[in-house]
């Protein structure tokens, strides 16, 4: 308890902390109230949803979160002395401007890709590289909003090590976990079968289907459904390893 007083007495450590939380709840408002604004377009989740090695569309942000919470154990006794740094309200607000306007070019640019198809099929090459160029500079200027440009100098020469061993083990592990959720028809049938016989016991008329694999089906009293990926309890291993795989960490 004490040795924890001392890290949290460290005022540039509390600022850290603070503006990281700072950093993700922007990052988050920005993706899903100006990005992500799902109705307002029709959007072909295969196309727009900013995927990394096929993952969904929240990934950016579970990466990026797991990324970090790896990055602040590994440099935690670095962190833990670093000094408090003067934020600069210009340079805040001159980047999170840039940021927000990258975040609108990005929804304009979903926008036009879902209103007009053939601009995938006609400019390819130009749709990819502005389908990850438009993410990657809206997380650069909102970070240099936040932390600002001294944080990042001290960042890069005392800690660059540890950023790169957080981003490749952040990566790899989210290469194995998409290896992982490949196996989620497998759960689905086990949840149709667990829960066929759970009813047979409370003497419910049930009977399944287990013919096609991704679209295992349960039927009660007339009633059908299918146990597809999300109700598969994949999400919920994946949760479970992820932060066992963070203690490991």
Known sequence: MSKLKEVFSNK????????????CLLLILELYFVVWREDLIPV??????????????????R???????????????KLATIKKYKFRYSVFILYFLFSFLFAWILKSFRTASALNPE????????????????PAMLLITLFIAVFDFEIISYFWKKLKKEIGISIGFAFVFFQLVNLY???????????VRSVAFLLRVSMFEVSKNLVNPS????????????????????????????????TLF
């Open 12 to 23: 540039g450590f509390v600022e850290l902390l603070v503006k990281s939380g700072v950093f």
């Open 44 to 61: 072909n989740t295969a196309w727009f949803s900013l995927n990394i090695g096929g993952f969904g569309t929240n990934t950016p942000i």
């Open 63 to 77: 990466l990026i979160l797991f990324m970090v919470l790896a990055f602040i154990l590994l440099s935690k006794q």
């Open 119 to 134: 601009l995938i099929e006609n400019y390819f090459g130009i749709m990819i590289f502005l389908k990850f160029f438009l």
């Open 181 to 191: 959720q490949a196996f989620w028809p497998f759960f689905s049938r086990m949840v």
């Open 215 to 246: 679209r295992p089906t349960l039927s009660v009293n007339n009633i059908s459904i299918e146990v597809g990926k999300a109700c598969s309890g994949i999400d919920s291993q994946m949760l479970f390893i992820s932060l066992f795989a963070i």
